[in-house]
Structures are given as C-alpha cells and as structure tokens.
C-alpha cells in the first residue's frame, strides 16, 4: 500500500508560480509511474501530467505544456509539479498519483493510490 500526502496549494495571481510536492510512503516508493491529475468545480477529473520511474520520461496535457514541470526525486519519496504562468482556468483540487506499472497512461482509473487532494486558487 501507498499513502500519498500533496502540499503546496494555495492563492497566487494570474501568471504567478506554485511548486505542489507528493510525499510517498508505505511501501517502494520508485515502483510505478507517479503524476497528477485535477479537478475544478463542476468539471471531471482530468490528466495534468506523469512522470516515470527513473524520471526520465513524462508526459503532459495539452492545456499544461510549457507551463508545467514534472519531476521526482525517489530519494526522498516525493513528486514535484512546478506551475508557472498559471492562469484562472488552472483553479482546481490537484490530486497525486501513483501506480504500480511503469506505463505512463492518461486515464485517471488506471492509477492504483490517489491523495487527498490540495486546493489550487489562481486569481485574475
């Protein structure tokens, strides 16, 4: 079992930054693929981004690419998300995600361990 804890939610202004970080613990943190996904009022859970085991390969949402960076440090047992040039339209709950295969899917019910999800406000 895995326990996911995300911190580093919060209000910032449109084009601001924020750094979300995912605290893994419970079993092998390194074991599977590990990204986010979000959700904003109203709306259905969406993909932001995935990140692989060795970090080396990611993937991104359209709506995110350029602005986002993935990234994870097995050492520490965490996940990164930098959010730069955010915008109103990235306002959601940004929930971490980790799985036990190495394949980086899109689809948030092929991702094993959620956490509880941190609020992310972007004002205009």
């Known amino acids: 079992q895995v326990q996911l804890v995300e911190s580093g939610g919060g209000l910032v202004q449109a084009g601001g930054s924020l750094r979300l970080s995912c605290a893994a613990s419970g079993r092998t943190f390194s074991s599977g693929a590990m990204g986010w996904f979000r959700q904003a009022p109203g709306k259905e859970r969406e993909f932001v981004a995935v990140v692989s085991r060795s970090g080396g390969s990611t993937r991104y949402a359209d709506s995110v690419k350029g602005r986002f960076t993935i990234s994870r440090d097995n050492a520490k047992n965490t996940v990164y998300l930098q959010m730069n040039s955010l915008k109103p339209e990235d306002t959601a709950v940004y929930f971490c995600?980790?799985?036990?295969?190495?394949?980086?899917?899109?689809?948030?019910?092929?991702?094993?361990?959620w956490g509880q999800g941190t609020q992310v406000t972007v004002s205009t």
């Open positions: 995600v980790a799985r036990d295969g190495p394949t980086l899917y899109v689809t948030p019910t092929e991702y094993d361990y």
